[in-house]
């Protein structure tokens, strides 16, 4: 471990270099549109909004630079899942979240197709999304959570046995998984340069550190002056507890990453993993990897789920600890990678309402609006939810009726705070290691049943 880099930000920007840094704010200024955040969400905003009204003057406004956040750190899964879809069910009627499960289908597409047409080369690769379980329990719970997706019109997802999984990724002791094509690999860092420099070619500004303090209804605050817009969005997910009055609106929930060297090609055939799936698995404390597009393996999982006071760390830097337990998730997996170099390790923080659902919103008495809450899920629901603000705009400034996308049932969502310290330290930490006990009776115990001290946990938490 100790050739191991830790932090940097990212092994994603240390293998593609940290951008030339764009000029910060030079004082007060105006706009039609003002975006707080520079990741996926903020730009995939500006690139929709620009795209569709092209006399706009929009203005991104991003404390460090663009992709610092998630959009720089993340496991590079873009899928169709999306936090909150079962609650919105219950609140909406399922045929409402049928619709919002075919808008995320079609949204991995969408990011596919404008990668493309803007020459943003990802390394896409549309291998789908495998999931695996390897104890009874959690193949009892792959099975139901297949039966939910194909009921929510995952009509092509596929369940598979042992020996079938095999053949796709030979995970130690799998007995089953569970295979939907509405998912790809790529690489986070290339999507949000090429995302950046797409939106600065339509002529948006982008002002880089340039943090933003305060938000109130035509007002982004900065120390280096106010930016004054009849609309504000709020796109700073896992950051977003360090703006004024926002401290209890999204937790910050940390997740850690690791690579691998570049595997050989004798390493791989004792894998498989030639479709290049993204792969999770069904634990409590769930994984999450890729086979990048040159050839390592990148893993992550919760090290330390969140710090107290909702502090986000500056550099991605991740303890030993987590290091370790990473590793042994990857060798657990895969036993014959146990004496291969960890190259990187990395945290990074995602936004986690306390209802666990992601939503988007506009406000048409102040012109504030937001998106996030993505829960981990945030790589193509940033694209649907920039999709759907522009959408918003456009039937507020009476450019445009209500569309499909502004009648999911995400839109306008409302939630509750979190609760303050220490309760909120200690009900995350609490649920985790609830978790962690969980799957470790799981692995011994073979039951089929869910162990209750992980059903306790769901319910006490709300997801």
Not at 26 to 41: F, K, L, R
Not at 117 to 145: C, F, M, N
Request: glycine share 12%.
């Amino acid at each position: 471990m100790s050739s191991t880099i830790n932090g940097g930000i990212s092994f994603w920007y240390a293998q593609d270099g940290v951008p030339a840094p764009r000029e910060p704010l030079p004082g007060d200024a105006t706009a039609d549109v003002c975006i707080v955040g520079g990741g996926y969400t903020g730009l995939w905003t500006a690139y929709y909004l620009k795209k569709a009204v092209p006399f706009l003057n929009i203005t991104v406004l991003e404390a460090k630079f663009c992709g610092y956040g998630a959009s720089g750190r993340n496991g590079g899964w873009l899928y169709n899942g999306i936090a909150g879809r079962d609650r919105y069910a219950k609140l909406h009627g399922h045929e409402a979240a049928v619709r919002l499960q075919r808008a995320m289908n079609d949204t991995v597409d969408e990011v596919v197709r404008v990668a493309a047409e803007e020459k943003i080369d990802a390394d896409i690769h549309q291998g789908g999304v495998l999931e695996v379980a390897y104890t009874p329990a959690q193949l009892s719970r792959l099975k139901d959570y297949h039966s939910v997706e194909i009921a929510f019109g995952e009509t092509d997802r596929l369940l598979r046995g042992a020996r079938e999984t095999a053949e796709r990724v030979r995970v130690t002791g799998a007995v089953g998984s569970t295979w939907t094509p509405h998912g790809a690999r790529l690489h986070p860092v290339k999507l949000v340069k090429g995302l950046a420099a797409a939106v600065e070619a339509l002529g948006v500004t982008i002002h880089e550190s340039t943090p933003v303090t305060e938000i109130k209804p035509k007002h982004a605050t900065t120390p280096y002056g106010t930016v004054r817009a009849p609309y504000i969005l709020r796109c700073t997910e896992g950051f977003t507890a360090g703006i004024k009055g926002a401290h209890r609106t999204w937790l910050p929930m940390n997740s850690s990453m690791i690579a691998t060297e570049p595997l050989s090609a004798a390493l791989w055939d004792t894998i498989g993993w030639d479709g290049r799936e993204t792969l999770g698995d069904m634990a409590h404390a769930y994984m999450y990897a890729q086979r990048t597009a040159d050839d390592r393996i990148a893993l992550g999982g919760r090290g330390v789920p969140y710090r107290f006071g909702s502090k986000t760390d500056n550099d991605g830097r991740t303890q030993a600890a987590t290091i370790e337990a990473l590793r042994e998730i990857l060798v657990r997996f895969f036993p014959t990678t146990a004496g291969v170099r960890i190259d990187h390790a990395w945290s990074g923080v995602l936004g986690v309402p306390r209802d666990w659902c992601a939503t988007v919103t506009l406000d048409r008495a102040t012109g504030l609006g937001w998106a996030g809450g993505y829960v981990g899920s945030g790589v193509a629901t940033t694209n649907l939810a920039a999709r759907t603000l522009r959408d918003l705009i456009q039937q507020d400034s009476g450019q445009s009726g209500p569309t499909e996308l502004t009648t999911l049932p995400w839109v306008n969502h409302k939630v509750r705070k979190w609760e303050p310290e220490p309760l909120r330290w200690l009900g995350v930490h609490g649920m985790y290691a609830a978790y962690r006990t969980a799957d470790r009776r799981e692995s011994t115990a073979r039951t089929t049943t869910t162990h209750g001290i992980a059903r306790a946990a769901d319910r006490i938490s709300g997801r």
